[in-house]
Antibody, heavy 116, light 109 residues
Framework: EVQLVESGGGLVQPGGSLRLSCAAS????????MNWVRQAPGKGLEWVSY????????YHRDSVKGRFTISRDNAKSSLYLQMNSLRAEDTAVYYC?????????WGQGTLVTVSS | EIVMTQSPATLSVSPGERATLSCRAS??????LAWYQQKPGQAPRLLIY???TRATGVPARFSGSGSGTEFTLTISSLQSEDFAVYCC???????????FGQGTKLEIK
């Protein structure tokens, strides 16, 4: 069974940092591209970051470029999102999602709250 | 950025009836279109990919159609568990700049 389990969310002050993790199981993690997607309270889904299966190519949406970094450790079947210089508008549930064209499996999400 | 627009924002339908949800792309996305179902407090669930292919385990009452800029999700006979928010997504762009519609809330009439 495919499972994606996020962790690392929490309350952080504006300007602070957090590192999200996504532990994958039930499939060959190193064969799949992965994404982070977020959802602000009461809002729609917003793609954040993408990484190829090897980790050699990454993309971020413009609003997080220079602040967020996606990475992965295929030996540990884990995906990461390093978030720096956090802003109030980054408050959201963050999901990791597996890519097969569409996003076929999602984790349960981890809540990041940026507030003083 | 490709903008995805869904209509209506809210759809009220009685159990057993048919529901038709629409999604429009601001430019052609070919058939690179997915539909997701999301219930409160849960992660999105993939229903349809490549505009018309049901994902694994999705009941046959869910069907998708369209290509280019106009897409439709049809639920043929609504069950109680189908009342949720439905969202479309394009995955046509490269480099990836995936975009989602704002969602249609399907509620019980």
């Amino acid at each position: 069974e495919v499972q994606l389990v996020e962790s690392g969310g929490g309350l952080v002050q504006p300007g602070g940092s957090l590192r999200l993790s996504c532990a994958a199981s039930g499939f060959t993690f190193s064969s799949y591209e992965m994404n982070w997607v977020r959802q602000a309270p009461g809002k729609g889904l917003e793609w954040v970051s993408y990484i190829t299966s090897s980790g050699s190519i990454i993309y971020h949406r413009d609003s997080v470029k220079g602040r967020f970094t996606i990475s992965r450790d295929n030996a540990k079947s884990s995906l990461y999102l390093q978030m720096n210089s956090l802003r109030a508008e980054d408050t959201a549930v963050y999901y990791c999602a597996r890519v097969t064209g569409a996003f076929d499996y999602w984790g349960q999400g981890t809540l990041v709250t940026v507030s003083s | 950025e490709i903008v995805m627009t869904q209509s209506p924002a809210t759809l009220s339908v009685s159990p057993g009836e048919r529901a038709t949800l629409s999604c429009r792309a601001s430019q052609s996305v070919s058939s690179n279109l997915a539909w997701y179902q999301q219930k409160p407090g849960q992660a999105p669930r993939l229903l349809i990919y490549d505009a018309s292919t049901r994902a694994t385990g999705v009941p046959a009452r869910f069907s998708g159609s369209g290509s280019g800029t106009e897409f439709t999700l049809t639920i043929s006979s609504l069950q109680s568990e189908d009342f949720a928010v439905y969202c479309c997504q394009q995955y046509y762009n490269w480099p990836p700049l995936y975009t989602f519609g704002q969602g249609t809330k399907l509620e019980i009439k």
